[in-house]
């Protein structure tokens, strides 16, 4: 059976740096232990890139980020209307989620917490996803 593919929205990432017993970095290990299949497309990648380097400063943080990066199914967008009014930059998060075929987008923003639903894409926090994920197995 092939693993969840997940999106991860940057503030998981940066979240999962800094604390090392959160449900964030638990998908983030996932992810790199082949639990999970993380998925992105160009433009969400050049936003990890962006951010990351910004927030993390640490040599094995910036390790881990580029083995996520290297391990990632990357994916080409499907064009989408503008879906999320207060911050159209995260629009990008939708098309991923929807080009990518995920299970669920990640995320602990509400703008995409509010679009759990949306075209059929689950959107949902690192510790509820962790809490479904650990009632199934």
């Given amino acids: ?31 790199l232990e082949g639990r ?15 951010i990351g380097h910004a927030a993390l400063k640490r040599p094995e943080q910036l ?7 290297d ?15 207060d911050d159209p930059d995260d629009d990008k998060f939708v098309a991923a989620a929807l080009s990518g075929s995920v299970d669920v987008l990640i995320s602990n923003d509400q703008h995409l917490l509010d679009l759990d639903g949306f075209e059929s894409i689950r959107v949902l926090r690192p510790g509820r996803f962790r809490d479904e994920w650990e009632e199934e197995d």
Avoid: H, K
């Fill in 1 to 31: 059976m092939a693993p969840p593919r997940l999106l991860l929205d940057t503030n998981i990432l940066i979240a999962s740096a800094y604390a090392s017993s959160s449900a964030s970095r638990w998908i983030v290990d996932g992810c």
């Fill in 63 to 69: 390790a881990r980020l580029s083995e996520l990066l």
């Fill in 36 to 50: 999970f299949q993380a998925v992105m497309t160009l433009a969400v990648q050049r936003e990890y890139e962006r």
């Fill in 71 to 85: 391990s990632a199914r990357l994916v080409e967008p499907v064009p989408t209307r503008r879906v999320v009014p």
